[in-house]
């Protein structure tokens, strides 16, 4: 059953078409890759999903709840509690500078006021294990790698027992030899049937985890399938030069 159902989604600025059409569904546990040139409307597609871009038609329905609606929004209220359904993972972080680590991952939860300070505080520890950083829960994210940073903003995202991550470029701020660590991480997630749209450039990742792959370009959908389909033989000429290129 489909847990996110994408239906037409369009964003202009100006006079510059972003997202044209796109339809898509995901379905609970599928690790959904998204790739594709830069530019190509991928991270503005995957921010539309938490209302972090407004789109301008189309549809989004999250567990059954419409977000959006042939363009038009749902009330406050309602968008704050279909939001709470996913966790975003972004390209740079977005850690609180002032926070420690464990701060940083109980502030949301404490906020929503939803459960106990200690039922917290023993959910960021055992995040904090689950991605090898116990021992860094009082260091500030200045005195972590960006690789830890991102373990930490994934662990973050987990903090609020999402349904759905989204992961916008998760890696693509890091050096090659930190991003086998988040990587790994989310390899984990995976396993665990964790549902995920993970917009990325590492095609490893979608060819290992993922078991349905987006080929954007152009603010389209160009192709979809498994990625023995897609990356075995592609259907469509734009997502074979794409591939040629990534893939050497």
Do not use: W
């Not at 930490?152 to 660590?181: C, H, K, Y």
């Amino acid at each position: 059953m489909a847990i996110i159902e994408i239906s037409n989604l369009k964003k202009s600025y100006g006079k510059m078409d972003v997202l044209k059409n796109i339809s898509f569904d995901v379905n609970k546990n599928d690790v959904v890759a998204v790739i594709g040139p830069s530019g190509s409307g991928k991270s503005t597609m995957l921010r539309s999903l938490v209302h972090l871009e407004k789109i301008d038609g189309g549809s989004i329905c999250v567990s059954g709840n419409y977000l959006v609606r042939d363009g038009v929004y749902t009330k406050p209220q309602e968008i704050k509690q279909i939001n709470a359904k996913m966790g975003m993972v972004f390209q740079h972080f977005n850690l609180f500078p002032h926070l420690t680590v464990k701060e940083n991952l109980e502030l949301a939860p404490k906020m929503a006021k939803k459960e106990s300070l200690t039922e917290i505080q023993q959910r960021s520890s055992d995040l904090l294990k689950k991605i090898g950083l116990a021992d860094r829960a009082s260091a500030y994210p200045a005195k972590l790698s960006g690789g830890q940073k991102q373990r930490v903003a994934i662990a973050r995202a987990l903090m609020m027992n999402p349904d759905i991550l989204l992961f916008d470029e998760p890696t693509s701020a890091l050096d090659p030899e930190l991003t086998g660590e988040v990587l790994q991480v989310m390899k984990e997630l995976a396993q665990e049937h964790m549902t995920m749209i993970v917009v990325t450039h590492e095609m490893g990742f979608a060819k290992e985890v993922a078991n349905r792959v987006i080929f954007m370009d152009n603010g389209e959908i160009v192709e979809s399938g498994s990625p023995a389909e897609l990356f075995t033989s592609p259907q469509n000429e734009r997502t074979k030069a794409f591939l040629n290129r990534s893939l050497k």
